[in-house]
Protein backbone atom coordinates (compact mmCIF):
# COMPACT_ATOMS: atom_id res chain seq x y z
CA UNK A 1 0.00 0.00 0.00
CA UNK A 2 2.77 2.55 0.94
CA UNK A 3 4.90 1.42 -2.25
CA UNK A 4 1.24 2.40 -4.32
CA UNK A 5 0.88 5.60 -2.57
CA UNK A 6 4.73 6.80 -3.06
CA UNK A 7 4.06 5.79 -6.90
CA UNK A 8 1.15 7.95 -7.49
CA UNK A 9 2.93 10.34 -5.48
CA UNK A 10 5.90 10.66 -8.48
CA UNK A 11 3.38 9.83 -11.03
CA UNK A 12 1.47 13.05 -10.19
CA UNK A 13 4.80 15.21 -9.78
CA UNK A 14 5.68 14.19 -12.92
CA UNK A 15 2.90 15.20 -14.74
CA UNK A 16 3.23 18.54 -13.06
CA UNK A 17 6.39 19.21 -14.46
CA UNK A 18 5.45 17.76 -17.53
CA UNK A 19 2.13 19.64 -17.85
CA UNK A 20 4.66 22.70 -17.05
CA UNK A 21 6.81 22.33 -19.47
CA UNK A 22 4.44 21.81 -22.06
CA UNK A 23 2.38 24.51 -21.83
CA UNK A 24 5.11 27.11 -21.43
CA UNK A 25 5.08 29.92 -23.33
CA UNK A 26 8.30 30.45 -25.48
CA UNK A 27 9.03 33.64 -27.85
CA UNK A 28 9.31 32.35 -31.25
CA UNK A 29 9.67 35.79 -32.82
CA UNK A 30 13.15 35.86 -34.01
CA UNK A 31 13.36 39.84 -34.82
CA UNK A 32 16.88 41.23 -35.23
CA UNK A 33 17.07 44.75 -33.10
CA UNK A 34 19.98 46.19 -35.16
CA UNK A 35 20.03 50.11 -34.17
CA UNK A 36 17.30 49.83 -31.33
CA UNK A 37 18.49 51.05 -28.15
CA UNK A 38 17.06 48.91 -24.59
CA UNK A 39 17.57 50.01 -20.97
CA UNK A 40 16.99 46.76 -18.46
CA UNK A 41 17.37 47.60 -15.09
CA UNK A 42 18.89 44.57 -12.54
CA UNK A 43 20.22 43.07 -15.89
CA UNK A 44 23.26 42.01 -13.63
CA UNK A 45 21.50 38.40 -12.91
CA UNK A 46 18.70 36.17 -12.99
CA UNK A 47 15.82 36.96 -15.68
CA UNK A 48 17.12 40.45 -16.15
CA UNK A 49 20.61 39.29 -17.05
CA UNK A 50 18.62 36.34 -19.50
CA UNK A 51 16.51 38.95 -21.07
CA UNK A 52 19.70 41.47 -21.94
CA UNK A 53 21.76 38.49 -23.52
CA UNK A 54 18.80 37.68 -25.84
CA UNK A 55 18.59 41.32 -27.07
CA UNK A 56 22.21 41.54 -27.68
CA UNK A 57 21.76 38.76 -29.88
CA UNK A 58 19.40 40.42 -31.75
CA UNK A 59 22.21 43.31 -32.19
CA UNK A 60 20.02 46.12 -30.00
CA UNK A 61 22.43 48.38 -28.21
CA UNK A 62 21.95 47.37 -24.25
CA UNK A 63 22.32 49.44 -21.55
CA UNK A 64 22.24 47.39 -18.60
CA UNK A 65 21.20 49.55 -15.72
CA UNK A 66 22.57 48.14 -12.38
CA UNK A 67 22.81 49.16 -9.05
CA UNK A 68 26.44 47.25 -8.29
CA UNK A 69 29.24 48.44 -10.78
CA UNK A 70 31.52 45.41 -10.46
CA UNK A 71 28.60 43.36 -11.20
CA UNK A 72 27.49 45.18 -14.29
CA UNK A 73 30.54 45.62 -15.66
CA UNK A 74 30.88 41.60 -15.05
CA UNK A 75 27.53 41.14 -16.70
CA UNK A 76 28.58 43.48 -19.74
CA UNK A 77 32.10 41.62 -19.66
CA UNK A 78 29.96 38.35 -20.28
CA UNK A 79 27.12 39.30 -22.27
CA UNK A 80 29.93 40.81 -25.01
CA UNK A 81 32.15 38.13 -24.81
CA UNK A 82 29.14 35.26 -25.59
CA UNK A 83 27.12 37.08 -28.17
CA UNK A 84 29.90 39.14 -29.83
CA UNK A 85 27.75 42.60 -29.56
CA UNK A 86 29.90 45.29 -28.51
CA UNK A 87 27.30 47.52 -27.99
CA UNK A 88 26.47 46.73 -24.26
CA UNK A 89 26.92 49.22 -21.47
CA UNK A 90 26.55 49.44 -18.16
CA UNK A 91 25.22 52.90 -16.24
CA UNK A 92 25.13 52.74 -12.54
CA UNK A 93 21.46 52.92 -11.43
CA UNK A 94 20.51 52.76 -7.99
CA UNK A 95 16.47 52.41 -7.82
CA UNK A 96 16.04 53.34 -3.66
CA UNK A 97 17.65 56.24 -4.69
CA UNK A 98 15.76 59.30 -6.70
CA UNK A 99 18.96 61.39 -6.84
CA UNK A 100 20.42 57.97 -8.79
CA UNK A 101 17.55 57.48 -10.60
CA UNK A 102 17.41 60.77 -11.59
CA UNK A 103 21.31 60.93 -12.25
CA UNK A 104 20.72 58.24 -14.77
CA UNK A 105 17.57 59.52 -16.63
CA UNK A 106 19.83 62.62 -17.17
CA UNK A 107 22.63 61.07 -18.76
CA UNK A 108 20.46 58.85 -20.80
CA UNK A 109 18.15 61.91 -22.24
CA UNK A 110 21.91 63.64 -22.78
CA UNK A 111 23.54 60.58 -24.48
CA UNK A 112 21.13 58.66 -26.81
CA UNK A 113 19.40 59.97 -29.54
CA UNK A 114 16.69 57.45 -29.33
CA UNK A 115 14.76 55.04 -26.46
CA UNK A 116 13.27 52.15 -28.15
CA UNK A 117 12.61 49.50 -25.41
CA UNK A 118 12.75 50.06 -21.40
CA UNK A 119 12.12 46.87 -19.28
CA UNK A 120 11.69 47.77 -15.47
CA UNK A 121 12.63 44.56 -14.40
CA UNK A 122 14.43 44.89 -10.96
CA UNK A 123 13.19 44.01 -7.64
CA UNK A 124 13.57 43.10 -4.57
CA UNK A 125 11.58 40.43 -2.00
CA UNK A 126 11.56 39.49 1.64
CA UNK A 127 13.32 42.89 3.02
CA UNK A 128 12.72 43.92 6.52
CA UNK A 129 10.48 47.33 7.40
CA UNK A 130 13.57 49.77 5.97
CA UNK A 131 13.28 53.70 4.74
CA UNK A 132 15.50 54.82 2.35
CA UNK A 133 17.51 58.05 2.40
CA UNK A 134 14.74 59.51 0.66
CA UNK A 135 12.41 58.60 3.34
CA UNK A 136 10.44 55.81 1.18
CA UNK A 137 9.90 52.20 2.09
CA UNK A 138 12.57 50.10 0.63
CA UNK A 139 10.92 47.90 -0.93
CA UNK A 140 8.12 50.60 -2.63
CA UNK A 141 10.83 52.56 -3.60
CA UNK A 142 12.98 49.80 -5.13
CA UNK A 143 9.81 47.87 -7.22
CA UNK A 144 7.40 50.44 -7.42
CA UNK A 145 8.71 54.65 -6.59
CA UNK A 146 12.30 54.52 -8.27
CA UNK A 147 10.77 52.46 -11.80
CA UNK A 148 7.79 55.37 -11.33
CA UNK A 149 10.32 57.80 -11.39
CA UNK A 150 12.79 57.00 -14.15
CA UNK A 151 9.71 55.99 -16.54
CA UNK A 152 8.40 59.11 -16.49
CA UNK A 153 11.71 61.01 -16.64
CA UNK A 154 12.41 59.00 -20.19
CA UNK A 155 8.91 59.38 -21.46
CA UNK A 156 10.00 62.35 -23.11
CA UNK A 157 12.86 60.63 -25.19
CA UNK A 158 10.35 57.19 -25.28
CA UNK A 159 7.93 59.14 -27.17
CA UNK A 160 10.02 60.79 -29.52
CA UNK A 161 11.66 57.22 -30.55
CA UNK A 162 8.76 55.95 -32.30
CA UNK A 163 6.81 52.53 -31.51
CA UNK A 164 9.02 52.16 -28.28
CA UNK A 165 8.00 49.46 -25.61
CA UNK A 166 7.59 50.20 -21.64
CA UNK A 167 7.70 46.48 -20.19
CA UNK A 168 7.03 46.00 -16.19
CA UNK A 169 7.92 43.12 -14.74
CA UNK A 170 5.34 42.38 -11.85
CA UNK A 171 4.46 39.14 -10.33
CA UNK A 172 1.23 36.54 -9.31
CA UNK A 173 2.31 37.72 -5.67
CA UNK A 174 0.19 40.74 -6.59
CA UNK A 175 -2.74 38.85 -5.21
CA UNK A 176 -1.45 38.99 -1.99
CA UNK A 177 -1.40 42.53 -1.95
CA UNK A 178 -3.06 44.85 0.88
CA UNK A 179 -2.79 48.23 -0.66
CA UNK A 180 -3.64 51.26 0.82
CA UNK A 181 -2.09 54.28 -1.90
CA UNK A 182 -2.26 56.83 0.71
CA UNK A 183 -0.48 54.89 2.79
CA UNK A 184 2.49 53.58 0.48
CA UNK A 185 5.24 53.92 3.15
CA UNK A 186 2.88 51.38 5.43
CA UNK A 187 3.19 53.69 8.39
CA UNK A 188 -0.29 52.83 8.62
CA UNK A 189 -0.81 49.15 8.39
CA UNK A 190 1.49 46.75 10.36
CA UNK A 191 4.45 45.63 8.14
CA UNK A 192 4.79 42.17 6.58
CA UNK A 193 7.26 41.74 3.83
CA UNK A 194 5.37 39.32 1.62
CA UNK A 195 2.12 42.04 1.52
CA UNK A 196 4.46 44.67 1.13
CA UNK A 197 6.26 42.89 -1.78
CA UNK A 198 2.64 42.30 -3.25
CA UNK A 199 1.61 45.70 -3.21
CA UNK A 200 4.66 46.76 -4.72
CA UNK A 201 3.58 44.52 -7.68
CA UNK A 202 0.28 45.80 -7.78
CA UNK A 203 1.51 49.47 -8.23
CA UNK A 204 3.46 47.98 -11.34
CA UNK A 205 0.72 46.91 -12.80
CA UNK A 206 -1.57 49.70 -11.84
CA UNK A 207 1.17 51.96 -13.28
CA UNK A 208 0.67 50.10 -16.49
CA UNK A 209 -2.61 50.49 -16.77
CA UNK A 210 -2.71 54.42 -16.18
CA UNK A 211 0.33 54.72 -18.21
CA UNK A 212 -1.61 52.99 -20.98
CA UNK A 213 -4.15 55.52 -20.48
CA UNK A 214 -1.97 58.55 -20.55
CA UNK A 215 0.35 57.39 -23.82
CA UNK A 216 -2.81 56.92 -26.01
CA UNK A 217 -2.22 58.55 -29.13
CA UNK A 218 1.34 58.28 -29.28
CA UNK A 219 2.92 55.19 -30.46
CA UNK A 220 4.74 54.55 -27.10
CA UNK A 221 3.03 51.12 -25.51
CA UNK A 222 2.77 49.98 -21.72
CA UNK A 223 2.46 46.23 -20.80
CA UNK A 224 3.37 44.03 -17.32
CA UNK A 225 3.96 40.45 -17.12
CA UNK A 226 4.06 37.39 -14.62
CA UNK A 227 7.32 35.94 -15.13
CA UNK A 228 6.57 32.82 -13.68
CA UNK A 229 8.25 31.10 -10.54
CA UNK A 230 11.75 31.56 -11.66
CA UNK A 231 15.36 29.91 -10.14
CA UNK A 232 16.66 32.81 -9.40
CA UNK A 233 18.09 34.96 -6.39
CA UNK A 234 15.11 35.98 -5.59
CA UNK A 235 12.99 32.73 -5.34
CA UNK A 236 15.90 31.86 -2.76
CA UNK A 237 15.32 34.48 -0.25
CA UNK A 238 11.33 34.26 -0.98
CA UNK A 239 11.71 30.38 0.26
CA UNK A 240 13.88 31.61 2.67
CA UNK A 241 11.90 33.99 4.00
CA UNK A 242 8.11 32.05 4.06
CA UNK A 243 6.70 28.89 5.02
CA UNK A 244 3.69 29.57 2.69
CA UNK A 245 6.21 29.77 0.04
CA UNK A 246 8.12 26.16 0.51
CA UNK A 247 4.95 24.52 0.81
CA UNK A 248 3.97 26.51 -2.57
CA UNK A 249 7.14 24.97 -3.99
CA UNK A 250 6.71 21.72 -2.51
CA UNK A 251 3.35 21.45 -3.95
CA UNK A 252 4.15 22.96 -7.52
CA UNK A 253 7.61 21.33 -7.62
CA UNK A 254 8.50 22.96 -10.96
CA UNK A 255 10.42 26.41 -11.47
CA UNK A 256 11.31 27.92 -14.73
CA UNK A 257 14.79 27.99 -15.49
CA UNK A 258 16.03 31.50 -15.63
CA UNK A 259 16.13 31.50 -19.84
CA UNK A 260 12.40 30.42 -19.11
CA UNK A 261 11.55 33.37 -17.27
CA UNK A 262 12.49 35.82 -19.14
CA UNK A 263 10.89 34.83 -22.33
CA UNK A 264 7.33 36.41 -22.02
CA UNK A 265 9.74 39.84 -21.26
CA UNK A 266 11.07 38.98 -24.62
CA UNK A 267 8.15 38.13 -26.14
CA UNK A 268 6.59 41.39 -25.32
CA UNK A 269 10.17 43.31 -26.43
CA UNK A 270 10.19 42.29 -29.99
CA UNK A 271 6.87 40.20 -30.52
CA UNK A 272 5.38 42.13 -33.53
CA UNK A 273 1.43 40.59 -32.04
CA UNK A 274 1.94 43.06 -29.39
CA UNK A 275 2.89 45.63 -31.83
CA UNK A 276 0.60 48.54 -30.48
CA UNK A 277 -1.23 46.48 -27.75
CA UNK A 278 -1.46 49.03 -24.45
CA UNK A 279 -2.23 47.95 -20.73
CA UNK A 280 -2.34 44.58 -20.88
CA UNK A 281 -0.59 42.00 -18.10
CA UNK A 282 0.85 38.71 -19.76
CA UNK A 283 2.13 35.58 -18.64
CA UNK A 284 3.92 33.01 -21.19
CA UNK A 285 3.79 34.70 -23.75
CA UNK A 286 0.01 34.92 -23.61
CA UNK A 287 -2.60 37.84 -22.32
CA UNK A 288 -4.02 36.90 -19.11
CA UNK A 289 -6.54 38.81 -16.76
CA UNK A 290 -5.86 41.02 -13.85
CA UNK A 291 -8.20 40.84 -11.06
CA UNK A 292 -10.90 43.35 -10.73
CA UNK A 293 -8.41 45.70 -8.23
CA UNK A 294 -5.72 45.64 -10.73
CA UNK A 295 -8.15 46.90 -13.51
CA UNK A 296 -9.53 49.76 -11.18
CA UNK A 297 -8.39 52.72 -13.71
CA UNK A 298 -9.42 54.82 -10.23
CA UNK A 299 -7.31 53.77 -8.43
CA UNK A 300 -4.55 53.41 -11.01
CA UNK A 301 -4.92 57.52 -11.35
CA UNK A 302 -4.67 57.73 -7.97
CA UNK A 303 -1.62 55.72 -7.31
CA UNK A 304 -0.07 58.00 -10.13
CA UNK A 305 -1.04 61.03 -8.20
CA UNK A 306 0.37 59.70 -5.31
CA UNK A 307 3.50 58.58 -6.50
CA UNK A 308 4.69 61.99 -8.16
CA UNK A 309 3.98 63.47 -4.92
CA UNK A 310 6.45 60.84 -3.57
CA UNK A 311 8.93 61.29 -5.64
CA UNK A 312 8.67 64.81 -6.27
CA UNK A 313 8.75 65.38 -9.62
CA UNK A 314 7.19 68.23 -10.04
CA UNK A 315 10.27 69.74 -8.30
CA UNK A 316 12.63 69.11 -10.50
N1 LIG B 1 12.09 34.78 -9.60
C1 LIG B 1 10.77 34.66 -9.57
O1 LIG B 1 10.25 33.57 -9.29
C2 LIG B 1 9.89 35.85 -9.87
C3 LIG B 1 8.49 35.64 -9.85
C4 LIG B 1 7.65 36.71 -10.14
C5 LIG B 1 8.19 37.94 -10.46
N2 LIG B 1 9.55 38.13 -10.46
C6 LIG B 1 10.04 39.48 -10.80
O2 LIG B 1 11.09 39.38 -11.75
C7 LIG B 1 11.97 40.49 -11.62
C8 LIG B 1 13.40 40.01 -11.67
O3 LIG B 1 13.60 39.17 -10.54
P1 LIG B 1 14.65 37.95 -10.51
O4 LIG B 1 13.88 36.77 -10.10
O5 LIG B 1 15.48 37.94 -11.73
O6 LIG B 1 15.48 38.41 -9.22
P2 LIG B 1 17.05 38.52 -8.94
O7 LIG B 1 17.81 37.44 -9.57
O8 LIG B 1 17.13 38.73 -7.47
O9 LIG B 1 17.43 39.89 -9.70
C9 LIG B 1 16.94 41.12 -9.26
C10 LIG B 1 17.74 42.22 -9.91
O10 LIG B 1 17.25 43.49 -9.43
C11 LIG B 1 18.37 44.25 -8.99
N3 LIG B 1 18.00 45.24 -8.00
C12 LIG B 1 17.45 45.06 -6.77
N4 LIG B 1 17.31 46.23 -6.15
C13 LIG B 1 17.78 47.19 -6.98
C14 LIG B 1 17.91 48.60 -6.90
N5 LIG B 1 17.59 49.27 -5.79
N6 LIG B 1 18.42 49.26 -7.95
C15 LIG B 1 18.77 48.61 -9.09
N7 LIG B 1 18.71 47.27 -9.21
C16 LIG B 1 18.21 46.58 -8.18
C17 LIG B 1 19.32 43.21 -8.42
O11 LIG B 1 20.61 43.77 -8.25
P3 LIG B 1 21.72 43.03 -7.31
O12 LIG B 1 22.23 41.86 -8.07
O13 LIG B 1 22.73 44.08 -7.08
O14 LIG B 1 20.99 42.62 -6.05
C18 LIG B 1 19.24 42.18 -9.54
O15 LIG B 1 20.00 42.60 -10.63
C19 LIG B 1 11.56 41.20 -10.33
O16 LIG B 1 10.85 42.37 -10.61
C20 LIG B 1 10.66 40.21 -9.62
O17 LIG B 1 9.69 40.83 -8.81
C21 LIG B 1 10.40 37.11 -10.18
Given at each position: MFLIIVLLFFVLVLSAILYTKLTLGINKCSKHLIGKVVIITGANTGIGYETAKDLAYRGARVILACRNEQLGLAAQKDIIAETANPNIQYLQLDLASLSSVRRFADNILKNEKQLNILINNAGIIGSKYRKTEDGLLLDMQSN????????????????????????NVSSLGYQFSNLDVNDLNMEKAPYNSRISYGNTKLCNILMTVELSNRLKGTAVTANSLHPGVVDTNMAIVA???????????????????????????????????VEGVSGNYYSDCRQISTSKLAQDKNLARKLWEVSERLVKINDI
Open positions: HLGPFLLTSLLLPLLKTSGASRIINNQSLLMRIFNLLTPYTKTRWEGAQTTIYLAVSPE
